[in-house]
């Protein structure tokens, strides 16, 4: 179901509650919203639809698919970063962040795997972007 972008700031200031397989109806929420938004945005986090779970999805530029993760932790970066202005649909404007050239994430999938895997350049400053929602990072 494609629900609606929430803007109130004080949910998005919440560190998120971790994901649970009975929340694997929030992350297909989630993905089927981003994909209606796909023509200006390239990843949400759960809070960004009003519930404040540990889930986000974005397109992996590199593969050109979609890509869902409950609980992401970020485990390692690259020494090499630079300062990037990002934008978001749940706030006005833009602003800028530190992010790193490459990621290596561990998350659950939607079967409740646990997956390791390295996103670089773009993608990873999408993931780095949606993983600060979730810890309540206003960007």
Do not use: W
């Amino acid at each position: 179901m494609i629900r609606e972008i929430n803007r109130d700031v004080k949910l998005l200031e919440r560190r998120c509650d971790a994901a649970t397989k009975d929340d694997i109806d929030i992350a297909k929420d989630l993905l089927e919203t981003l994909q209606y938004h796909k023509g200006n945005c390239v990843g949400m986090a759960a809070n960004m639809i009003g519930i404040c779970k540990n889930i986000i999805a974005f397109e992996d530029m590199d593969s050109k698919s979609y890509v869902v993760m409950l609980n992401p932790e970020i485990i390692k970066t690259s020494k090499e970063s630079y300062i990037a202005e990002e934008g978001c649909l749940s706030l006005d404007g833009t602003r800028k962040a530190k992010r790193y050239k490459s990621v290596k994430v561990r998350y659950y999938d939607q079967d409740m795997k646990i997956k390791i895997h390295t996103y670089k350049d773009f993608t990873a400053q999408i993931i780095q972007h949606e993983i600060d929602h979730c810890n309540g990072i206003i960007i």
